[in-house]
């Protein structure tokens, strides 16, 4: 059954979108379409003098060694962060969904982390793992492990997926907490009296109801690892050592506020947002399409 | 503490007691000084405040040197500039070319009529700030040179004389390894590897780090650090790294705790630590010159300044302007310099505060604090070591840290990441000189 309100005019129903039609226009038309602009400009830092060139930066992007490399860093980073945020996340929501006493205590300790702004996470997981004053540091040298992401690239790389990762596992928590008790008990029920292990019925009846759950979250993980990490590269590595850390977004930002190459900036900024407009296109119709929706 | 509280309680008489018709002009002030040196400008500014009621000087934290020239300029694009603002010395090519948006400093000072005489500053420090024909486009301020800060408790330890540091750079990585026998987790580390291991490394040897004499004769200079004897260097310096007798410990000034926690026996950093390593180290510790390679024809030849100078943003009223004169009038006094360089460490820029401080006995008091100002003005300098003038510099010195980096990590021999230094710092070179047109 649909339920349809009708409007005799059109000038109330405008009335109603224009407050959202606004935000949308200032705060994400107008800043492309800035974007796009500056793109194919070269300005010197105080904009006194602006030239339009073409396709110059984007020319010069691509013939530019360490922008590729910033690809396969973004590509290798996001595949891992989302892997390890989303599957400790399931986990923990399963065995939260269990517990009887005390849940409420677990499932807020749980979602502490997310509280936590992406810096601050940053600048705690620095301070554990600093070489010089870290803790955690202290301990691994300890174990004998020779432990110093200044230099060491592969290390480097581990502790900012981590960083990234730990503080994403929270949200995939409750939505997959929410996605588990919406699936009707019947359900798990009646396959239990059939005599289905509780690992059958997870991989057999939980798993695919979560289906659209995951789908949503592999998305939400990509895009946040994306975007949203800046904080904790920024705050651990600073896109080092080398520039083994420097994912894309942290390269916007350098070359655009650090060296105020505002052109190079922005025409990074338009690559990254036809990647993530064809990123999300291409979920939505080709994943989707397989993802059982119940 | 008291006299601080005395000195504000001074002020708001002096405010109060003044009638209310003569509102001061406020003056914003941004810069980048942390602890005891942000300490220091609070001083300075509430000083210049309290003997005179026109001019309100507001002093603002922002951030690192990054950040508050990113932070000035953005502010000069919306319109709404500070009056002045520190801008490292890295920053220096960037401002000099933004005529519309900087006044330079001999003109404020020309119309304002206020006295000035650039022959009353130190040439070594003024010459990074001026023009070829000698007029200043911004007014130093805390300038600093690198040097070698040396833990005597340590050198002890190791069955070093703790009252001789080494000279060269052989007896360096020695008396590192020796350090490191003695069950020091580090023999020596180094801040700002860039300026101190490449720039600085340069100057002190003689050599270019570019053409057109480093650049401050034109902006097509190209870089020339993948010279032999740098290669030398860095190779010594990875090598070195493998025994952690050498100990990279960050791009900027991350490795200062290394020192300061007793964890590294030597620091070559900025005199500008003097201050921190004075409230912090709970060792005796001493400061000496920066080590050479002796057999470099030349060597030691002179260290080039680093830090910041002040800024003065175009499109402000006359009288602000009048105001920013007199302040820098008040400035570049004595007293002020004095109390200044004596403090933080950070060199006088007058060559009477220079006079003043000698005669006062600040140096024999204070071992190694004429360190830095002798180092530079060792000998008179050459197209090496007069400076450097580089576009693009902030993210220059990034490349040049990544590739040492990965010399350091054992990823690249010395020659190759000196190379890839020079190839991608070119191109960063180029492109700052398209802009320009």
Redo the contacts between chains.
Sequence with gaps: MERRVIFSGWLFPAALLLPQLTVTLVFFFWPAAQAIRQSVE????????TVFVGFDNFL?LFADP?YLASFATTALFSAAVALLALAPGLLLAVMADRVVRGAAIYKTVLLLPYAIAPAIAGVLWMFLFN???GVLAAALRRLGVDWNY????PQAILLVILAAAWKQISYNFLFFLAGLQSIPPSLLEASAIDGASPRRRFWTIVFPLLAPTSFFLLVVNIVYAFFDTFGVIHNVT?G????ATEILVYKVW??G?????LGGSAAQSVILMAIVIGLTAIQFRFIERRVHYA | MPIKILAAVAALLAATVRPAFAEPIELQWWHAMTAVNGERIGKIAADFNATQGDYKVVPVFKGSY?ETM?GA?AA??AGNPPHIVQVFEVGTA?MM?????VKPVYQLMADAGEPFDPQSYLPAVTGYYSTADGKMLSMPFNSSTPVVYWNKDAFKKAGLDPEKPPKTWPETFEAAKKLRAAGMPCGFTSAWVSWIQIENFSAWHNLPIGTKANGLEGPDAELTINNPTVIRHVANLAEA?KDKSFD????TT??E??FT?G?CGMIQNSIGFYGAVKAGAKFAWGVTELPYYPDVKGAPQNSIIGGASLWVMAGKKPEEYKGIAKFFGYLSTTPVQEAWHEATGYLPITKAAYEATKASGFYEKNPGTETAIKQMTNKPPTDNSRGLRFG?L??IR?VI???L??A??G?ATAQQALDDAVR?GNAMLR?FQ???Q
């Excluded at chain 1, 070269?42 to 003098?49: E, K, Y």
């Excluded at chain 1, 080092?240 to 520039?243: A, D, Q, T, V």
């Excluded at chain 2, 070319?97 to 948006?101: E, H, I, M």
């Excluded at chain 2, 990279?248 to 791009?251: D, M």
């Design positions: 070269r300005q010197d830092a105080f904009g006194l003098s010069a360490d070489p010089s004053i200044l230099l060491d690239a600073q080092g050592p080398g520039k350098y070359d506020i650090v060296g105020l190459d | 990054a990113t300029i000069f694009r960037t070319v933004a005529k519309g948006a790294q990279y410990g960050g791009r991350e490795p705790g290394k926690s964890e693009n902030v993210q990034d840290a990544e590739d980096e990965n350091f990590a990823k991608r492109q398209k802009t320009m």
